[in-house]
């Protein structure tokens, strides 16, 4: 099993529109997660953390189920500037600092007007 | 808001040179690390370093690798005897103990096209 697995999309949606991507992961003494925000050719760039009771962030609402192993981000009202990889982040083990993060492969979003 | 910045944005090099890739952190940041992603492909973890040690370092992370924090400022990836397959992507990232969850903040990167 991959240590962190995501549907690679794409999802083309057009501007308004409601979209959830899932991630699960391997490791279950995993105790950090992260979503990220790839744009092509760029650096990944934190989005938000995910905590076990569900955090939100304007639009993006993020939310952890650790009894499945599974991780999902939620985007409301999409926008244009939404278009990008949305990497499903891992960190390795136990909050180190100094803890490798496994990176998902990403969901390509598109969304159009 | 700091930073990390990373130079330069793209190197060239020939099949079996060495090359530096340069990274400055955020400056109270203890905590750096290289990343790489090769084309199409996802991020992939390299190595962790602090207090002038590696931390952590994946099976990537080979002798051709090496890493220094030289000065008060910079963190370099050396790769001694560059192969096809080193072509990709390089981030440099760095963290700051304390917080919950440990957050790391990533470079710009460094295109290497080995040729």
């Known amino acids: 099993r991959k240590e962190v697995e995501q549907d690679p999309g794409p999802f083309n949606v057009p501007e308004g529109a409601t979209v959830a991507f899932n991630c699960t992961y391997s490791n279950s003494a995993s105790q950090s997660f992260f979503w990220y925000r790839q744009d092509c050719r760029k650096e990944p760039k934190l989005l938000m953390s995910v905590y076990s009771s569900g955090n939100e962030d304007g639009r993006f609402t993020a939310q952890l189920n650790r009894a499945s192993q599974y991780i999902s981000l939620l985007i409301r009202d999409s926008k244009l500037s939404d278009s990008a990889t949305y990497l499903c982040?891992?960190?390795?083990?136990?909050?180190?600092?100094?803890?490798?993060?496994?990176f998902g492969k990403g969901t390509t979003l598109s969304v159009s007007s | 808001e700091p930073e990390v910045t990373q130079t330069p944005s793209h190197q060239v090099t020939q099949m079996g040179q060495e090359v530096i890739l340069r990274c400055v952190p955020i400056s109270n940041h203890l905590y750096f690390y290289w990343y790489r992603q090769i084309l199409g492909q996802k991020v992939e973890f390299l190595v962790s370093?602090?207090?002038?040690?590696?931390?952590?370092k994946s099976e990537i992370f080979d002798d051709q690798f090496s890493v220094e924090r030289p000065d008060g400022s910079n963190f370099t990836l050396k790769i001694r005897s560059t192969k096809l397959e080193d072509s990709a992507m390089y981030f440099c990232?760095?963290?700051?103990?304390?917080?919950?969850?440990?957050?790391?903040?990533f470079g710009p990167g460094t295109r290497l096209t080995v040729l």
């Open positions: 370093f602090y207090n002038n040690e590696i931390s952590e």
């Open positions: 982040v891992v960190l390795r083990g136990g909050n180190q600092a100094g803890t490798a993060l496994i």
């Open positions: 990232a760095s963290s700051t103990p304390g917080q919950t969850p440990m957050k790391q903040f």
